[in-house]
Structures are given as C-alpha cells and as structure tokens.
C-alpha cells in the first residue's frame, strides 16, 4: 500500500516538476521576443502581459462583409479596370467624398452654382467643366464581378442632396437599377454640416432636412427594401446642425459617420500623445459613435470614410496599422452597431493602402503599403466567415483599453483566431473552447512591427507574415503585431 502511494505521490511529483518547466519555458519563450524600447511606446506597461480569449463556440454570427469595403477611384481606363480586377473590392462607393454632392447623374458629370464653396470652388469647376463619374464602365465591372464570383459589388451610393429631389433621385435609382446594380444602401448627401458643400438649393439644415426626408419618402415607397442614411458629425460644435436634420428620428434608417482617427508622431515634442492616439483607435471611435447615437437614436452605423493615419510620408506608421487592426476587431466584435464600412481611400492620397505619386495615381509596379497588409489579414479570414462568440480579459494598457484584444471566425470549416498585441512586449495568449482550455495543435503567423515607426513597403504580392510557431502548446504573441492563429 505505502509503495503504491510512494508511486502516486512521485507521478504527482513528476507532473508538478514538468508544469514548472512548462512555466519557465513559457517565461523564457516571452523573454526571447523582441521588447520594444520604452523611449518610443506611450505607456507605462506592467512586467507581463496576458490575455485570455473565452470563445463560446455554440454562438456564431455571419461576418458583415461590407465592413470591409474602402473608397476606391479609378474605372475608366485599362490600367484602372484591370487594378479593380486584382483587387476586387467588395463594395463600391459612388461618387466618394464631397464630388457626390455635385454629381449630376443624368449626364455622369459634375455641376456648380453660385454658392460660395470657399476652397472647393477651383476643383469644382475643374470637376464640372472635364471630370466624368463613369458609371457605366463600373456597371460592366460590376456584371463581371457578378458572373465570376456570384455577386456583385455591395454599392454604398451617395445621392447629391444639392440638386436633386425626390422625383430625381427616384429616376436615379431606376436608371442605376436597369444597369444592374444593387439599390439597397443610399447616403443622403456628403458632409452637409460644412457650409462649403452646399448648394444655393439647400443653404441651411433646414432645408437640408426637408430635401431629404422628402426624398427617403419617395424611396422608402418605390424602393421597400432600401435603406438610407444621413450624414451626421461627431464634432460637438455640430450638435446643433445635427438636432435639426434628426428631427424625429423617423425619416432615415442608419446614421453615416466619417471618422479619422490618429495624430503624427513626427511633431517634436507629440510623439507620446500621437502614438496613444493611435494605439487607442477604437476608443476613440466608440466614445464619438456613443454620442452620436446618443442623440440620433439607436441606428446602425455606417462608416462611410475612416482611417487611422499618423503622417503624410510614403511609408505607414505601425501605430496607424495597429490602430486599423483593432478597429477593424471592434466592428466585428459590434455589428449590432457597425453595419457597413468603406476605408478612406485605397488608391489616393489620404491613407492609400498602395504606393501613390504626386498626382495621387497607383505606382507601377505595384507597392504594397503597411494598411494593405493589415487589411489583407482580415479580407483572408473575416470575408464570408462567421464570427464565433467570444470574450476577452487583458492586461490594460491605458487603464480601461486592453493590450490584447482578439476574435475567432470560423470559415471552411476551420476556426481562427485573429489577435491583435497593442503592447510593446510579449503577451501570453490564453484560448478556452468550450469551458475548457484549447489543447490542440495550430499554426500562428503574424504581422509583427519591430517598433513604432515607418513601415517598409513590398511588393504587392509578397506576404509580410511570419511564422511564429506550428504546433501545440503554449501561445505567445509577439509585441506590436497583429496574430493569426489557424487551429487544427
């Protein structure tokens, strides 16, 4: 009997010898990777890192794709086609930024009155007098896109309250219908709370306010299944404006909101409060969606123009490609709220995810920019995919935001974790599937910045990923990265 015991008790023994080793393995593990120096991380972190990552696997939703949309320029020539080909985006946005509201559908141009729309004026009248919208060329590329992949593009259309009414925007969308697009997602207008994008029609947010609930009418009557939305502003000296277009909140089924968060760390002496900008991106965004909803009611959210930027310079911030991850794991974590999405803009000069010269044109060969890595992530594992329940507990970094904040999708019938590490050091990464702790093997690659700091472009088909690890055991992320973990 006491031998027996003896043995148990050495087996017992055995197994807590082997779980301390584990342990140090694990610390000697996180120990190797490489801690970004202090000097030029914005936070004050605690020694160790962790996160845990409960996923529910008996709850599942479908992945909103529109949330991966991005504004996108360029349908006219061979050159621009075959760039929309390669990178078929999943929505179209049309016209993107303020041209919308001076489109004139009828003749696929641009026009201008004698409102005074101070520093857009000179473009404007460039834009009336020679620059077309090509709207049947994106109709042919949109009949492709439906006969290789199925669908076509998940259009965000911008109507131009400026200059057209009801009766107008009721023969637009018919037009738009007969060449075959979706009419199911209309923005009333862009940005109408500047004065310098109105009209002599709609000089005021009164008359903004009857233009378009007088158009939503019209649409919502001959157009059951359409939606549309109202640009209103996060900028608290908007409240006003913004009162009066909500009204009764009745007239409009979403709210569009344009938000660019972030800062330039390259100011002297702003570094640690542009990185903390940066790196804390989803706060920001949640706390200006809160308020806005707060006023306009519990309306889903259309993100019609974001970004996260850090600089003008050719080569992305890391901070700015962390910022994008985690929001883009916001959204998803939020789609009760986050309906659809659209990137500010792929292929120009704000936040382009491809390399741009001076004129605001795609550089041949093609250079792929840090954003484009990013959102490359989330296009491969979040696009037709169904995000698995979950919820996370992390270290913090500013006190209330986690340092680790991560999702599982599932797709094709394998699940994946999408992890994001804002902290300068290595995080232990905890999984439980099911109540229990995840004990399978999996394959991690990552996105992995070595610093806050520029990213080098590359070439727009390589793949910036590492591999971390294959295998079972212990998960670690590395500092600044953004972590794809395929379990097996």
Not at 383 to 404: L, R, Y
């Amino acid at each position: 009997m006491s031998c027996v015991k003896s043995l148990a008790e050495d087996e017992v023994l055995e197994e807590i010898i082997e779980e301390e080793n584990e342990e140090e393995e694990e610390e000697e593990e996180l120990e190797d990777q490489l801690i970004v120096s202090p000097e030029i991380y914005p936070f004050d972190l605690p020694t160790r890192i962790e996160a845990t990552l409960t996923v529910e696997t008996s709850q599942k939703e479908k992945f909103k794709n529109p949330l991966l949309g991005y504004n996108i320029e360029g349908f006219n020539t061979q050159t621009e086609k075959d760039f929309i080909r390669k990178f078929n985006p999943v929505s179209i946005r049309f016209p993107s930024g303020l041209w919308s509201n001076f489109y004139e559908w009828q003749t696929d141009g641009y026009q201008n009155d004698s409102w005074d729309n101070k520093s857009h004026e000179g473009a404007l009248d460039i834009y009336a007098e020679k620059i077309k919208g090509h709207i049947n060329q994106i109709a042919s590329l949109n009949t492709e896109k439906k006969e290789q992949y199925g669908r076509g593009f998940h259009m965000m259309w911008t109507y131009s309250m400026n200059f057209d009414d009801a009766e107008s925007c009721l023969a637009r969308a018919e037009k738009d219908a007969a060449l075959g697009f979706e009419i199911k997602d209309i923005e009333l207008g862009n940005e109408h709370f500047w004065k310098s994008q109105r009209s002599n029609q709609v000089p005021t947010e009164y008359d903004y306010l009857t233009r378009a609930s007088s158009v939503a009418d019209a649409l919502h009557q001959r157009f059951p299944e359409v939606r549309v939305s109202i640009p209103i502003s996060w900028r608290r000296s908007h409240e006003a404006y913004n009162k009066v277009i909500i009204d009764d909140k009745k007239y409009f089924d979403a709210i569009s909101l344009h938000k660019y968060m972030g800062s330039d760390p390259d100011v002297p002496g702003e570094s640690n409060s542009a990185y903390s900008a940066l790196l804390t991106s989803r706060e920001v965004l949640a706390e200006d969606v809160n308020w806005i909803r707060s006023h306009a009611g519990d309306k889903p959210i259309w993100l019609t123009e974001w970004g996260v930027s850090a600089n003008s310079e050719i080569e992305v911030n890391s901070a700015a490609c962390l910022g994008m991850a985690d929001v883009y794991l916001f959204m998803a974590e939020n789609q009760d709220i986050y309906d659809r999405a659209n990137w500010f803009i792929f292929n120009k000069a704000l936040n382009p995810m491809v390399v741009v010269d001076e004129r605001r044109k795609p550089i041949y060969p093609l250079q792929k920019r840090g954003y484009l890595s990013v959102y490359e992530i989330f296009q491969e594992n979040f696009m037709d995919a169904d995000v698995v329940a979950s919820q996370i507990e992390s270290t913090k970094i500013d006190g209330t935001m986690n340092a680790v904040n991560a999702s599982v999708v599932e797709k094709e019938g394998k699940k994946v974790v999408v992890a994001v590490n804002l902290a300068n050091k290595p995080a232990k990464f905890n999984l439980k599937m099911g109540g229990s702790d995840y004990e399978g093997s999996f394959t991690h690659h990552a996105l992995v910045f070595d610093s806050l700091g520029a990213v080098p472009n590359i070439d727009i088909d390589a793949d910036p990923k590492r591999l971390i690890k294959e295998g079972d055991g212990s998960i670690s992320l590395p500092p600044l990265s953004v972590n794809q973990i395929i379990l097996q």
